[in-house]
């Protein structure tokens, strides 16, 4: 497994697979990887002949009083367990290589970054849209694959690599949950064992909007109630919003269909910033 840390050094790296006909499956992270990481890598070894994880904790997706300082980091835990993995190269630049000076151009996708996240984080999406851009044009993946959990992000790449004619597949992962049902997520480390309590309010709100539903409650301002009175009940929680939402465009619904996730974003004692989802229905067999 090599390391590379220069966009340049990268690109001929890149360049030289493709002349071999190599593919390269890209697996864009901010490092401190738990098994959740590791699942990204495996599918990624799946479905191309080499795979490149980028490793970069991006600092314009960071807004102002974000936990950029806070955001877990072990790089050296991180290459222990990567080369565990059928990597090829890990790719660690600095934020001076990707943003040296006179850096001015940003990539934005209007709408779908409004929604959820957005509302609270209105410099995050823009950030991760031209990370991303810049990592596909330096890696030049044939696939990239990002988990389920960043279900906004996810529906973001897929309508920036489409509008701007990104010749990148997108593939995204499930969630992959502790034993517990708490979806894995680097800022988990930040939580004692308190908090971590508190944090299972996220995914068992979520299954119980799945059993409310199922049971015949379909009206999302209902479900929303029930959902925010369980969350709330855990000491701790602040929630930034409980969405109930179109898969496909983000927007909030009134009433559940198979078409319909629960988006959940919630704060544990004001430290940790935790974000979960999931269709509430059971998806229709293609």
């Given amino acids: ?10 690109q001929q790296w890149a360049g ?10 890209l697996v864009p992270t901010m490092g401190f990887f738990h098994e959740g990481h590791l699942s990204l890598m495996r599918m990624a070894a799946k479905l191309c002949d080499l795979v490149v994880v980028s490793l ?13 300082d806070r955001y877990p980091r072990d790089f050296e835990r991180d290459m222990e367990l990567v080369r565990r993995e059928r990597v090829a190269v890990v790719f660690a630049p600095t934020p001076a290589l990707m943003y040296p000076p006179g850096f001015q151009t940003e990539v934005r996708v209007r709408d779908l970054a409004t929604h959820l996240c957005g509302r609270s984080r209105p410099v995050h999406f823009a950030g991760v849209a031209t990370v991303v851009t810049k990592l596909f044009n330096i890696v030049q993946p044939d696939v990239a694959v990002f988990g389920e959990k960043d279900f906004q992000q996810l529906a973001i790449i897929r309508r920036m690599v489409a509008d701007l004619n990104i010749p990148v597949r997108i593939v995204g992962h499930p969630i992959v949950r502790e034993a517990d049902g708490l979806a894995m997520s680097s800022r988990n480390a930040n939580l004692d064992p308190a908090n971590r309590a ?10 119980l909007a799945r059993e409310k539903a199922r049971a015949g409650v379909r009206e999302t301002a209902e479900l929303a109630r029930l959902v925010t ?19 496909e465009t983000l927007e909030e619904v009134d009433r559940v269909d198979e078409r319909t996730v629960l988006a959940l974003a919630v704060h544990i004692d004001d430290r940790v910033r935790l974000i979960d989802n999931g269709f509430v229905l059971p998806r229709p067999t293609l």
């Avoid at 970069?56 to 807004?63: I, L």
């Avoid at 929680?237 to 179109?246: G, H, K, L, P, Q």
């Fill in 1 to 10: 497994m090599d390391i590379i840390q220069s966009p340049a050094e990268m």
């Fill in 56 to 68: 970069f904790v991006n600092p314009t997706q960071f807004g102002p009083n974000e936990d950029l």
């Fill in 16 to 25: 030289a697979q493709a002349l071999a006909s190599q593919s390269i499956a």
């Fill in 198 to 207: 508190a944090a299972l309010s996220l995914s068992t709100g979520l299954q």
């Fill in 229 to 247: 009175a369980h969350i709330h009940a855990h000491a701790g929680t602040r929630i930034d919003y409980a969405s109930f939402i179109d898969s």
